[in-house]
Nanobody, 119 residues
Framework: QVQVVEFGGGSVQDGGSLKLSCTASGSIMDFSAMGWYRQSHGKERELVADVISGGLTRYADSVKGRFTVSRDYDRNTVYLQMNSLKPEDTATYYC?????????????WGQGTQVTVSS
């Protein structure tokens, strides 16, 4: 069993900042990748940013230069620092943690945390 729990959502004004955190725990000690997706009303879930194998980071074009993803491997925690927030960043943000075994990749999701940016 793996639990993925997000913290840090909320409401901010246009141009504001928020920091999300997410911790994975349970029967698995090592995760090959952790990161963030988001989903807004009527849209598909999309990648925001993640940290994949080797510590490489990936960002959606829409957040490059504004968001920073980082990971604490000892704590199985991933962070998302969001600056210069825009109303279009409003969404439910979901954390994921991926594990690898002989059968392949397994992705675990958090319950989501709401981020609302008002103009």
């Amino acid at each position: 069993q793996v639990q993925v729990v997000e913290f840090g959502g909320g409401s901010v004004q246009d141009g504001g900042s928020l920091k999300l955190s997410c911790t994975a725990s349970g029967s698995i000690m090592d995760f090959s990748a952790m990161g963030w997706y988001r989903q807004s009303h009527g849209k598909e879930r999309e990648l925001v940013a993640d940290v994949i194998s080797g510590g490489l980071t990936r960002y959606a074009d829409s957040v490059k230069g504004r968001f920073t993803v980082s990971r604490d491997y000892d704590r199985n925690t991933v962070y998302l620092q969001m600056n210069s927030l825009k109303p279009e960043d409003t969404a439910t943000y979901y954390c994921h943690a991926d594990s690898l075994d002989l059968s392949g990749t397994h992705r675990y999701w958090g319950q989501g945390t709401q981020v609302t940016v008002s103009s």
